[in-house]
């Protein structure tokens, strides 16, 4: 099924918007990677050119983790909102002010997650709902029904079973924002590594 593009864009980065289709390739950065905590990752398109960065910060009470675009350029600090039931999480500005929440939902057999912002193209508020089954290793996000991305893991290989690291990737919807989606997904893994 291809995914609509979505008018006007949708996301808390419009320049992160594409008029095509992309589909994303995240790889967990193992410390035998270069990583320093385990949770790094690199994010491209399929072609291998490089979307942003996500960096995770050493010794970080929250598990703060930072996203930058190719060129190092802070765009924003995603970090675990401590004292939540459910695992949850907020994208913050370098500036301070929140630009997304990612709530985690309680659910037995699947990994459910509500994404709320404030679209940065119209200004609407938007609630995105993201629902996994991690037995299929997939999951959605989508808006009032209507897909935004997909989100599935690479099948294991030796790699991974001796570094428990994954390789995700993300279909996005034209006109979607791309680091938002990568950040859903880093939430998504987060909330996995828990169970």
Known sequence: MALQPFHPPLGVLPEFCQPQPVTL???EKGLMGGSLTGDDFSITDVNGREVCKCKGKVLSISSRKIFTDSTGRELFHLKNKLLAINKSFIGEAPDGTDLF???GKFSLMSSKSE????NKSDGAPITLHLKGDWMDRSAEVSLAGRP???ISRSFMNFG???SDRQTYYV???PGVDLVLMAAICVCLDE???EK
Do not use: G, H, S
């Not at 994404?115 to 404030?118: E, R, V, W, Y």
């Open 25 to 27: 390739k995240m790889k």
């Open 101 to 103: 929440t990612v709530k």
């Open 115 to 118: 994404i709320n912002f404030t």
């Open 148 to 150: 935004v991305a997909t």
């Open 160 to 162: 991974q079973l001796v």
């Open 171 to 173: 279909n996005c919807a």
């Open 191 to 193: 909330r996995e590594n």
